[in-house]
């Protein structure tokens, strides 16, 4: 679910590329695309108004969008908050005010926010640490993050975290939340165990004392949101809604004693709108918060960006990635203010707006207005709301999050090394934290990169006759020519040195082609360097052909280009002829 559109994310199209002919200065001449031009950030709400969208026959069908999101936004709201270790009005807080706010000052046009999965398990740590006033820190601090991501720019860099890392902590998160239900789907005590495999142990051991009440209608739930669906006519009401007023219904009249409900656990829910509330906390406690705020808006940029992108495959649009962070960042902010937490853009919910007709910021709103209506006039009914309902809602949540299918093929299928960095970061996820797993995971997933790319760079020799160009130009007698065929990074750094430094014979002149090089980083530019001088020591005439004029540029700066017989960017013809006419002048 969180997932489905990776692939289309890292094949997206710029906004707006410019193509434009010049003449390059270089080796074989051709086209080069200009630097792409950077767009106006411009809310959604006012891309909406510019494409016509909030005319008043666009209305309707927006309107009866938002009214069914919002219906199925309403049980997930609340049991995400009480996974969240929140109360359930917070969830309701979060997507009236996240909800309203990424509508109209996010990056897509269809966008719908609020509470999701992901984020419950980062939550429920902070919250059972810190309280709810942390969590509302937290939220603050990830918001205000968020933002920063955006004034940057990073939008169209966050969405290439690697899917390894991206499966792996979703799939741990899943497993997380389902085990977290198991106290409301079968009646059991709560657990006292800080650590997943300690509170494992105790619900499993707990188990033969769980309530029949209570799990039969957990398993009826479950039932219910599986397979309302696939009823004719009747399936297009939400499953989850069915349950919930289905476990309402039968807590209301038969009231049984053994099972939890909101108004058991939570005292019911407050009949009104939230009002502004500044958290409160201790300073001492703000540094050990940045670390889970951090993580919370890297896994809420991830997760908005993929939702945006999923909409935009469904509608044909482009959404703009950055102001997307900037909604998102706001809503976060604002959210904390409410008494709400976290939120970021919901898949399935975006989904369900696409599909029902939104196709503006107009169904966004009917959706945060019919949340707001339930708040207001059926709040009282909410004590009612038996907690294994909900714990039934997150466990088919929990099981569309893992994607145990795709977990199955990729672990046949793909790399060794991306099958690892996935379990790896599952695994840490699990037992021992959502952002270690993310950092580990990164990291991990990078180092895997390097290692390709390191391989995948060659620096090779180029044998007389090999090409067109030696074929034209005299052969000079102990002249190397050496192409470098990738990026020119610290990784391929041992592979260039031993191929210059240690040759089998003692050249006069070494060429070095950087034709297929596109770009080069301090430590190659190092390297580089170190590698001439060396030469030089020993009489060879180095040389430089064919460079790219951004990597010609910055070899000029470093200094590298001085004492070289001709600038970089010249042909491997006139290379070869400028180091015969250097070894014949020092032959005399």
């Not at 590329?17 to 792409?36: D, I, M, Q, R, S």
């Not at 069908?61 to 938002?66: D, L, V």
């Not at 991501?149 to 799939?171: C, D, N, Q, W």
């Amino acid at each position: 679910m969180l997932l489905a559109a990776v692939a289309s994310v890292r094949r997206a199209p710029p906004r707006h590329l410019t193509v434009t002919a010049t003449p390059l200065p270089w080796c074989y001449g051709g086209l080069l695309p200009t630097p792409e031009r950077r767009s106006l950030m411009k809310p959604a709400i006012l891309e909406a108004h510019t494409a016509g969208l909030l005319r008043r026959h666009n209305w309707l069908p927006n309107a009866a969008a938002g009214v069914v999101v919002g219906v199925v936004a309403i049980p997930l709201a609340m049991a995400f908050a009480i996974a969240a270790g929140a109360k359930p009005e917070q969830g309701l807080y979060t997507a009236i005010v996240a909800g309203l706010i990424v509508t109209l000052l996010g990056g897509s046009r269809v966008q719908i926010a609020g509470p999701t999965g992901a984020f419950a398990v980062l939550l429920a740590g902070v919250t059972a640490q810190y309280g709810l006033s942390g969590l509302q820190v937290v939220t603050l601090l990830a918001g205000a993050i968020l933002v920063v991501f955006g004034l940057a720019r990073l939008g169209s860099v966050i969405k290439f975290i690697p899917e390894s890392v991206i499966l792996g902590f979703t799939a741990g998160i899943a497993v997380v939340i389902w085990t977290g239900q198991w106290s409301n789907f079968f009646g059991l005590p709560a657990t006292t165990s800080e650590h997943f495999a300690g509170k494992l142990v105790e619900m499993v051991s707990a188990l033969p004392a769980l309530d029949p009440t209570t799990t039969l209608l957990g398993i009826v739930s479950v039932i219910v949101i599986a397979l309302w669906p696939k009823i004719p006519v009747l399936g297009k009401v939400p499953g989850p809604l069915v349950a919930l007023v289905g476990g309402t219904v039968f807590v209301a009249l038969a009231q049984p004693t053994s099972v939890a409900t909101i108004g058991s656990a939570f005292g019911g829910l407050p009949k009104g709108l939230p009002a502004l509330t500044l958290p409160h906390f201790a300073w001492s406690d703000l540094p050990d918060l940045v670390r889970p705020a951090f993580a919370i808006a890297l896994l809420g940029a991830i997760e908005s960006l993929l939702s945006a992108t999923v909409a935009d495959g469904m509608t044909g649009t482009k959404h703009d990635s950055n102001q997307e962070l900037l909604g998102q960042g706001a809503a976060n902010i604002a959210a904390s203010l409410f008494g709400g937490f976290a939120a970021t853009g919901a898949i399935a919910r975006t989904a369900t707006n696409v599909r029902h007709g939104g196709n503006s910021p107009i169904a966004g709103i009917f959706h945060v207005l019919t949340v707001v209506l339930v708040l207001v006039v059926l709040a009282p009914l909410a004590a009612y709301v038996p907690l294994a309902t909900l714990a039934a809602i997150l466990f088919v949540v929990a099981f569309n999050m893992s994607e145990v299918g795709r977990i199955v093929r990729i672990a046949r299928r793909a790399p060794r090394s991306d099958v690892a960095v996935m379990l790896i970061t599952l695994t840490l996820t699990v037992f021992a934290d959502l952002v270690i797993a993310v950092e580990v995971g990164v990291i991990l997933a990078l180092l895997n990169f390097f290692r390709r790319m390191t391989a995948a760079v060659g620096v090779t020799e180029l044998e007389t006759g090999s090409s067109a160009v030696t074929e034209q130009v005299p052969a000079f007698k102990d002249v190397l020519v050496f192409t470098i065929d990738g990026p020119f990074f610290f990784g391929a750094v041992d592979q260039f040195e031993s191929a210059l430094l240690h040759t089998n014979t003692e050249p006069k002149a070494v060429i070095v082609s950087m034709e297929n090089v596109p770009f080069i980083d301090l430590t190659a530019l190092a390297s580089l360097q170190d590698t001439i001088e060396q030469l030089r020591k020993h009489e060879v005439v180095v040389a430089l052909c064919c460079t790219k004029p951004k990597v010609a540029e910055r070899i000029e700066k470093a200094g590298i280009a001085e004492g070289l017989p001709l600038p970089a960017t010249a042909t491997l013809e006139d290379a070869l002829r400028a180091v015969g006419q250097r070894i014949d002048h020092d032959a005399r």
